[in-house]
């Protein structure tokens, strides 16, 4: 058969001679194309302008960029500092050790004390490293000090985020009183409306339906004018496009004289020219350059994140607050240290077949995936294959719950509490669950479709390997998608190992029960459309698996 689109490099250039040959060569196999992988160049060759592209100003290597003095004159990379020396009062410092968090990690090191010194603060940091705790530590000090109003805003792209940043506020918070209001879509907008009255001290929110509120009940700005903080957690997203007017509205309301930004994510760019593209100041054309005066003017540019004419746009009539701080913890996207990250090159229309075969030996130290696997996450590209996979699954009995946007928001969380609790081993998701979602047990990513963007990757793998703990990723990638591994590949600077140990022969047993199952599941599926939902056609699912186990 004819290869693939695999001889597409790094840039994504069509190849012309040889030296450019994919990694990736296909051969035929039973069931359709397979892969073999080629011997390739030096991965570091293949990342040397991508690389130089990731260092700070003038080349030098991610860290931190302190545009005023240090603000302790401690070490960011000393692994002995604790919280106490960060200036962490006492008693979060015991919240802290009850909940068995014992040392900072690096970005908590450099952003607090920055933070609580009242500067600005921008954070790039790996996923899993902590950044939430750097910006809710620092809020709730200083909350305890001047507890009146809506004492900080959240922001973040996701529902399924802000819940959780809502639950860490109210943990590390335990004894305190701070009262956190929770406002994303899909619950009551008017108890939510009524709880933001009430003039919560912390308000989570996405920033949609925190500004729909605003605009539907004028009344509730003048909540916010006690505001000190805004956080945006996944900056990147919050400052898409996406989200502009959503965000210019909040911008309006939200005071921008005694204002402290604090900027998080794993993917903000390293450098300060980066930085001003993602806030649109880099962007082609008029609307980018419009875009760019206008969060400019709004205050959403932190001092120092610009050069120095943006800066002074960005920061004025904000008093004499010390210049930002931006740290940056690595080369972004940045991947754990102790991700092991494996593909299985496998024909599309099989795909089900070897995600069958994989997930049927979870409990099996011996099976193809080489150890046991406590939770495992898979990821679709759209939320109709995400649906089609989930009933297909359900048919065969694997228990299983499902994040995606067709699912109301109870239903989304219920699926998040049931994974967490490890009631279920198997959550199907779009990326939706891609973001700062923090479960421990998640041993195992598996990206059943490649995403389009590496970032997206990155985010997707963040999901394990937390903490310092380990994971796996593994990429089920067909014939279609090798060009995606390229450029995943050129962004990381990691290259994919082959999976070892799957038995083709043995995987293929199931292909007539598998497909069997997906026509059930797309029949399931129209069935579930006409009648407005899919949980109906899921239980109808497991009912006929849990039939076919007994007979």
Same mark, same amino acid.
């Given at each position: 058969m004819n290869r693939p689109n695999a001889a597409i490099g790094p840039c994504d250039e069509p190849s012309t001679s040889s030296s450019s040959e994919p990694e990736l060569e296909v051969k035929e196999g039973r069931g359709g194309a397979h892969a073999i992988r080629r011997a390739a160049p030096d991965p570091a060759e293949k990342i040397t302008s991508s690389a130089s592209d990731d260092k700070g100003p003038e080349g030098d290597d991610p860290g931190v960029e302190d545009d005023g003095d240090n603000c302790n004159g401690l070490d960011y990379a000393d692994d002995d500092i604790t919280f106490r020396d960060l200036g962490v009062s006492e008693w979060l410092c015991g919240v802290l050790r009850d909940l068995r968090i014992d040392c900072p990690s690096e970005v908590q090191r450099a952003c607090i004390p920055a933070a609580l010194a009242g500067r600005d603060v921008v954070g790039c940091a790996a996923t899993g490293s902590g950044k939430t705790a750097a910006f809710a530590l620092p809020i709730l000090q200083l909350l305890a000090a001047d507890p009146v109003g809506i004492f900080a805003l959240v922001l973040t792209p996701t529902r399924e985020l802000a819940a959780q940043i809502a639950d860490q506020f109210e943990s590390l918070g335990v004894g305190s009183s701070v009262r956190v209001c929770l406002v994303i879509g899909g619950l009551d907008d008017q108890a939510q409306s009524r709880e933001l009255s009430r003039r919560p001290h912390v308000v989570v929110a996405t920033p949609g339906r925190l500004a729909?509120?605003?605009?539907?009940?004028?009344?509730? %700005?003048?909540?916010? #004018?006690?505001?000190?903080?805004?956080? $945006?957690?996944?900056?990147?997203?919050?400052?898409?496009?996406?989200?502009?007017?959503?965000?210019?509205?909040?911008?309006?309301?939200?005071? =921008?004289?005694?204002?402290?930004?604090?900027?998080?994510?794993?993917?903000?760019?390293?450098?300060?020219?980066?930085?001003?593209?993602?806030?649109?100041a880099g962007s082609r054309g008029k609307r980018g350059?419009?875009?760019?005066?206008?969060?400019?003017?709004?205050?959403?540019?932190?001092?120092? %994140?610009?050069?120095?004419?943006?800066? +002074?746009?960005?920061?004025?009539?904000?008093?004499?607050?010390?210049?930002?701080?931006?740290?940056?913890?690595?080369?972004?996207?940045?991947?754990?240290?102790?991700? /092991? +990250?494996?593909?299985?090159?496998?024909?599309?229309?099989?795909?089900?077949?070897?995600?069958?075969?994989?997930?049927?030996?979870? /409990?099996?130290?011996?099976?193809?995936?080489?150890?046991?696997?406590?939770?495992?996450?898979?990821?679709?590209?759209?939320?109709?294959?995400?649906?089609?996979? +989930?009933?297909?699954l359900a048919e065969l009995g694997i228990p299983l719950a499902?994040?995606?946007?067709?699912?109301?928001?109870?239903?989304? $969380?219920?699926?998040?509490?049931?994974?967490?609790?490890?009631?279920?081993?198997?959550?199907?998701?779009?990326?939706?669950?891609?973001?700062?979602?923090?479960?421990?047990?998640?041993?195992?990513?598996?990206?059943? /479709?490649?995403? #389009?963007?590496? =970032?997206?990757?990155?985010? #997707?793998?963040?999901?394990?390997?937390?903490?310092?703990?380990?994971?796996?990723?593994?990429?089920?990638?067909?014939?279609?998608?090798?060009?995606?591994?390229?450029?995943?590949?050129?962004?990381?600077?990691?290259?994919? +190992?082959?999976?070892?140990?799957?038995?083709?022969?043995?995987?293929?047993?199931?292909?007539?029960?598998?497909?069997?199952?997906?026509?059930?599941?797309?029949?399931?599926l129209a069935e579930a459309d006409d009648q407005g939902g899919v949980g109906a056609a899921r239980a109808q699912a497991r009912a006929r698996a849990r039939s076919r186990k007994g007979a």
């Open positions: 729909e509120l605003v605009r539907r009940h004028r009344d509730l %700005a003048d909540c916010f #004018r006690p505001c000190r903080f805004l956080v $945006l957690d996944e900056a990147d997203r919050v400052l898409d496009a996406t989200f502009e007017d959503d965000l210019a509205t909040l911008l309006d309301v939200v005071p =921008s004289q005694d204002r402290q930004m604090l900027l998080f994510s794993a993917t903000m760019t390293q450098s300060i020219q980066e930085l001003r593209t993602v806030l649109g350059r419009k875009r760019a005066r206008r969060l400019a003017e709004q205050g959403a540019v932190p001092r120092g %994140a610009a050069d120095p004419g943006e800066a +002074e746009a960005a920061t004025s009539g904000r008093g004499d607050r010390p210049p930002a701080l931006f740290f940056r913890g690595a080369a972004a996207p940045t991947l754990a240290h102790g991700l /092991d +990250e494996r593909f299985l090159f496998v024909p599309a229309r099989v795909k089900e077949v070897y995600l069958y075969h994989l997930l049927s030996s979870m /409990d099996d130290r011996r099976g193809p995936l080489g150890h046991r696997v406590r939770s495992c996450l898979v990821f679709c590209g759209t939320t109709k294959s995400c649906r089609a996979l +989930e009933l297909t499902s994040l995606h946007s067709a699912k109301s928001q109870r239903e989304r $969380l219920a699926a998040l509490t049931d994974f967490r609790g490890r009631r279920v081993p198997v959550l199907v998701a779009t990326d939706v669950a891609g973001r700062g979602l923090d479960v421990p047990t998640v041993d195992l990513v598996i990206h059943a /479709d490649l995403p #389009r963007l590496p =970032s997206d990757y990155v985010h #997707r793998c963040g999901r394990t390997a937390r903490a310092g703990r380990g994971g796996r990723s593994l990429a089920l990638v067909g014939q279609h998608e090798v060009a995606l591994v390229h450029s995943i590949e050129s962004v990381t600077g990691r290259r994919m +190992e082959p999976l070892e140990g799957v038995n083709e022969e043995a995987a293929m047993k199931g292909i007539t029960r598998v497909f069997a199952a997906r026509r059930a599941a797309i029949l399931a």
